[in-house]
Structure formats: structure tokens, C-alpha cells
Nanobody
């Protein structure tokens, strides 16, 4: 079992930046690919970004490409999502997720473990 805890959300003006963190605990000796998803009110949870276990492979949704960066520190069992040039449409609850294989995935159902989410609100 792996427990994931997100932090770093908050209220920011359009054009601003936030960095989300996702700390993993529990069975962290295994190798996990990590993903970030978000869910806005009334919408389905959508893929944002993902990283392979090594961090050597990353993938982004078109809507955040060039603005968001996913990175990880495996020694600290933490994955980050740096969000720059934020837009009001980025407002959502952001979730991190882990899958117990090294390769990244885009589908929600590929991920076994989920955090509780952190709210990001971007004002115009």
C-alpha cells in the first residue's frame, strides 16, 4: 500500500505560479510511475501530467504543455507539479496518483493509489 498526500494548492491570480507536492509513504521501496489529474466542478477527472519512475519520461495534456512541469525526487518519495502562467480554466482539485510499474500512463484506471486532492483556484 502507498499513501499519497498532496500539498501546495491555493488561490493565485491569473498568470501566477504554484508548485504542488505529492509525498508518498508506505511501500515506497517499489517503483511507481506517478500521474497528476484534476477535476473541476461538474466535470470528469482529467489527465494533466505523468512521469515514469525514473523521471526520464514525462507526458502532458495539451492544455498544460509548456506551462506545467512534472518532476520527482525519489530519494524523498515526492513528486512535484510546477504550474506557471496559470489560467482561470486551471481551477480544479488536483490529485496525484501512483501505479506500481515504472512506465507512465495517461488513463485514470491505470493508477492504483490516489491522494485526497488539493484545491487550486485561479482568479481572473
Amino acid at each position: 500500500q502507498v499513501q499519497l498526500v498532496e500539498s501546495g494548492g491555493g488561490l493565485v491570480q491569473a498568470g501566477g505560479s504554484l508548485r504542488l507536492s505529492c509525498a508518498a509513504s508506505g511501500r515506497t521501496s517499489s517503483r511507481y510511475a506517478m500521474g497528476w489529474f484534476r477535476q473541476a466542478p461538474g466535470k470528469e477527472r482529467e489527465f494533466v501530467a505523468a512521469s515514469s519512475w525514473s523521471g526520464g519520461n514525462t507526458y502532458y495534456a495539451d492544455s498544460v504543455k509548456g506551462r506545467f512541469t512534472v518532476s520527482r525526487d525519489n530519494a524523498e518519495n515526492t513528486v512535484y507539479l510546477q504550474m506557471n502562467s496559470l489560467k482561470p480554466e486551471d481551477t480544479a482539485v488536483y490529485y496525484c496518483a501512483a501505479k506500481s510499474t515504472v512506465s507512465l500512463a495517461l488513463r485514470r484506471d491505470a493508477y492504483e493509489y490516489w491522494g485526497q486532492g488539493t484545491q487550486v483556484t485561479v482568479s481572473s
